[in-house]
């Protein structure tokens, strides 16, 4: 039996708890924030985190992320990868590269 992709183990284990009820897009975008702001706190006072508690905060960060795109029929992969070309065209190389300068200020 083939190991079921991400949106499927997540669809999975959502659909075992009857939680899709509560997965509207204003709450998964606000689990999504809570839950980045756990990540950060893990570096709020030292660069120096506990690489298991990173591994799990971002795991949250990116399940609510993942339950977010299946409701709203979007393919992760393929919105990061159009996002992606559009800030190609914002930060050209030539410009951008070795810099952390806004685009708007290349």
Do not use: C
């Amino acid at each position: 039996m083939a190991t079921p992709t991400i949106h499927e183990a997540l669809a999975a284990f959502v659909a075992e708890r009857d939680w899709a009820q509560f997965h509207t897009p204003e709450n998964l975008a606000k689990s999504i924030s809570i839950e980045a702001a756990e990540l950060l706190e893990l570096f709020q006072w030292s660069p120096d985190a506990d690489e298991q508690q990173i591994q799990d905060e971002l795991a949250d960060v990116l399940t609510y992320a993942y339950l977010l795109a299946a409701r709203l029929k979007l393919n992760p992969d393929d919105i990061v990868r159009a996002k992606l070309a559009k800030t190609r065209e914002k930060y050209p190389v030539e410009k951008s590269r070795g810099t952390s300068t806004k685009y708007d200020q290349l």
